[in-house]
């Protein structure tokens, strides 16, 4: 059936899209306070209609903002070791986009003092805090710091070479006052987990190299400090540029295979001082999305840890 298009060209919502599994529902019934899985859908349905409208995010039409990435990502149990070592360890969800995953750290018992969230556009939050009904559900929104800001502006976020690996026994990793961050730039070196779900592929091949650049000068020194998340993958056996068929925000992607997004990493931090997982793995549910070639989008699964 082919797609139907909004005047302006964007591809038309479509609610058969909507397909949360069992985990997603348990989440998202505790942090909106509707039991109801009718009322639920309905409520997901009209926050997507209104994020869509703010910018027409291929992740808002397929509801992958939903998709719990930051604790499906393997490396997710270890970071939560880690915080057990070191309370203070700082949380940074990078492109929260409506804020599902950094509610879903705090879920799984990351303290609000220690988590931020940031993206460049305030409405998506704004629109998070009433698609997990902030003012009514348990989930302490409220105290979740937002900030907003370009990850590529470096009057936000400075670039830093990263620090050597320590022990995490001697590591230090100081307790902040996010209350009065307003910027990237000054928690650098003291970010302990650092996420991004759908985010590298939005930009050019020297802009993915600048901001890998920039979030390693933010990564704290301990063993175990880590940036993860997912993209779009690559195809073929390398980096590729990937086209979409018509309808999506973003039509070309600068997409990375598992060997050329562990020889990037490796460029930046050295290869002795991490240790980079990528798998390619299948969307859970139809995404809508189709590339020029006729193939379905799969994504990249990624972790990169300080050894």
């Excluded at 240790?275 to 590339?291: N, P, Q, S, W, Y």
Aim: negative net charge; charged residues 20%.
């Amino acid at each position: 059936m082919p797609h139907a298009f909004h005047l302006d060209g964007r591809l038309a919502l479509d609610p058969a899209l909507l397909q949360l599994d069992a985990e997603q529902f348990a989440f998202l019934q505790s942090t909106t306070g509707i039991q109801d899985e009718e009322a639920l859908k309905r409520h997901i349905l009209a926050a997507q209609a209104e994020a869509y409208a703010v910018f027409p995010y291929s992740s808002i039409r397929s509801f992958t903002f939903l998709r719990l990435g930051i604790s499906r990502n393997p490396v997710w149990r270890e970071l939560l070791e880690v915080r057990q070592t070191l309370p203070h360890a700082l949380l940074l969800d990078v492109g929260c986009c409506l804020g599902t995953d950094i509610r879903k750290a705090v879920y799984d018992g990351w303290s609000t003092k220690s988590v931020i969230a940031t993206d460049i556009i305030p409405e998506f939050w704004e629109l998070g805090r009433r698609l997990f009904c902030t003012q009514t559900s348990n989930m302490p929104s409220e105290d979740i710091r937002f900030i907003q800001g370009d990850i590529l502006d470096s009057s936000f976020f400075a670039t830093v070479p990263p620090l050597p690996t320590e022990d995490c026994s001697i590591a230090h990793t100081p307790e902040l006052d996010l209350k009065i961050i307003t910027t990237l730039t000054e928690v650098q070196h003291c970010v302990s987990a650092i996420h991004l779900s759908a985010i590298f592929h939005l930009f050019s091949e020297a802009s993915q190299v600048y901001l890998a650049r920039a979030l390693a000068g933010l990564l704290a020194s301990h063993r175990g400090a880590c940036i993860f998340g997912w993209s779009v993958a690559s195809t073929g056996s390398g980096a590729e540029l990937v086209r979409f068929q018509n309808g999506v925000s973003h039509p070309c992607l600068w997409v990375h295979s598992p060997t050329s997004w562990i020889r990037l990493w490796g460029e930046v931090f050295g290869e002795t001082q991490i240790k980079t997982r990528a798998d390619v793995r299948d969307f859970e549910t139809d995404v809508g999305l189709v590339l020029e070639s006729g193939l379905k989008p799969k994504m990249l699964i990624w972790s990169v840890t300080r050894v």
